[in-house]
């Protein structure tokens, strides 16, 4: 089945979704979880379009975009390039890895009061939240997929007379490419998951903080709507990440699908 044909079956499993959603919702129906207060996707819909229609919308979706945009490209820097440094250098492993392996396990958002007391503005403090977040991911990637590189191809660059950095441009960064993009996906998702949690802690604007203020007075059709936000700009940023990978690596054989 290619990709052409696979479409209508995703676009179906979305409409299945919200035909049982509406369905649940009109009929108030209470189990195991309670959907008799729950609004229905014709009042998101409708709060949606009206959102929208507002400037104020479209200010949080681009001070969200911009948050996260510039905390991942900083991750996205610094860890590529201290992932290969620590996995080809032994000095810059035992002087760097024993500092990230401490700072790994904590969780992002845990570092909000960290960037309360670091940095002046709201602003510097949630991208670096989200630098913060995506960077572990794209380092361990960068570095777990130097390790796994052929020793037999570097060894083949400097048999025909290739030094260091033509290893590392000719085979070290080439070869890492389908390791990082799969940091990079995954550390653009857990950036999402931060920003919008440092939003809604300390943010004045942006889709989270807009998100929590329509829970806090108690509108529910606006909460759905910043959720539906939130999954559609992740989405989209993510694919944006994973179409950059397969151009970017188009030399490499593909398997066949069915």
């Known amino acids: 089945m290619n ?11 979305l409409l299945a979704a919200v035909a049982v959603w509406h369905l649940a919702t009109a009929a108030d129906l209470r189990l195991w979880v309670r959907f008799d207060r729950f609004p229905g996707p014709v009042e998101v819909v409708r709060e949606f379009g009206r959102q929208v229609e507002q400037g104020q919308f479209w200010q949080d979706v681009a001070q969200s975009l911009v948050r996260i945009l510039s905390g991942f490209a900083l991750a ?9 440094a620590t996995a080809r250098s032994r000095w810059a492993g035992d002087l760097l890895q024993p500092l990230f392996e401490v700072a790994r396990p904590i969780p992002a ?5 960290v960037a309360i007391l670091l940095f002046p503005a709201n602003e ?9 977040a995506a960077f572990f991911p794209v380092l361990v990637s960068t570095r777990h997929a130097v390790k796994a590189l052929p020793v037999v191809w570097e060894d083949a660059v400097r048999t025909l007379g290739g030094g260091r950095w033509r290893v590392l441009v000719r085979v070290v960064l080439p070869g890492v490419l389908p390791g990082v993009f799969g940091g990079l996906s995954i550390g653009m998702g857990v950036a999402w998951i931060c920003v ?3 939003e809604m802690i300390s943010g004045d604007f942006g889709v989270g903080y ?6 806090t007075i108690v509108d529910y059709p606006g909460v759905l709507v910043g959720m539906a936000t939130i999954g559609l700009l992740g989405w989209l940023t993510s694919a944006s990440v994973e179409l950059a990978g397969r151009r970017l690596t188009r030399w490499l054989p593909r398997e066949e699908r069915s």
């Not at 990709?3 to 499993?13: D, E, I, K």
């Not at 807009?210 to 829970?215: E, I």
């Open 196 to 198: 919008i949690s440092a």
């Open 109 to 113: 958002i845990a570092l909000v009061p």
């Open 124 to 132: 510097q403090g949630i991208v670096f939240i989200t630098f913060a």
């Open 3 to 13: 990709g052409l044909h696979r479409w209508p079956v995703r676009v179906a499993s």
């Open 76 to 84: 996205a820097v610094l860890g590529v390039a201290l992932g290969v």
């Open 210 to 215: 807009r998100t929590w203020q329509a829970y």
